[in-house]
């Protein structure tokens, strides 16, 4: 063996560093490909369910079968609400009102409660969330209060409530549903 053979240097991926950058790549690549065949084996098919389009839940009893003689305000329903429970689609999202409820809020307010159900035809997760729903009495647009916040899986389904608080003299409402490539609405009627 000459001496510039001995006195070389070791390659870089013979040192720790490059060890440790080897497996590190490999370990990436085969949890890539792990959840790649997941996510292609998890495609669910939409389920149809049996939905209720009005519903305006009794006031809660007391054990003797009375009115709750202290129960708050917000227990008790204002109205019965009619709403379409055909489904909104546009691209990859669809909603659809599962059910929805009215009782009295504060300050001559209603609280309007839409059980919504968002399937996810797309290959992505998606956003379910406050931000695609807004209701409409008269000229004046209301965002929700509910809190809403989620993902839904690519190909599956999540449901969600989203609340409102708007006057409770609004009988004759409009709630859209606001989708990444557009628009759409359906009437809300309160009796």
């Not at 519903?55 to 009115?67: D, F, H, I, K, V």
Request: aromatic content about 8%; hydrophobic content about 40%; proline content about 6%.
């Amino acid at each position: 063996m000459s001496d510039s053979e001995e006195h070389r240097p070791p390659s870089w991926w013979s040192t720790l560093p490059g060890i440790l950058t080897g497996v590190a790549a490999l370990i990436t690549a085969l949890a890539g490909l792990f959840f790649g065949l997941v996510q292609l084996n998890s495609q669910t098919a939409p389920t149809t369910t049996a939905v209720k389009t009005a519903a305006a839940a009794s006031p809660e009893r007391t054990a003797g079968g009375g009115s709750a003689a202290g129960a708050a305000s917000s227990s008790e329903p204002v109205a019965a609400v009619h709403v379409t429970n055909q489904p909104q689609r546009v691209g990859d999202l669809e909603y659809t009102v599962v059910s929805a409820t009215a009782r009295s809020d504060a300050d001559g307010m209603s609280a309007l409660e839409f059980t919504v159900r968002c399937f996810n035809y797309g290959r992505y997760d998606a956003n379910f969330w406050d931000a695609a729903f807004r209701i409409a009495a008269g000229p004046d647009v209301y965002s929700p209060t509910s809190g809403l916040d989620e993902l839904v899986s690519a190909e599956s389904s999540k449901t969600g409530v989203v609340r409102f608080v708007v006057p409770a003299s609004a009988r004759s409402l409009t709630l859209t549903f606001r989708f990444p490539a557009g628009d759409r609405s359906i009437p809300v009627a309160l009796s």
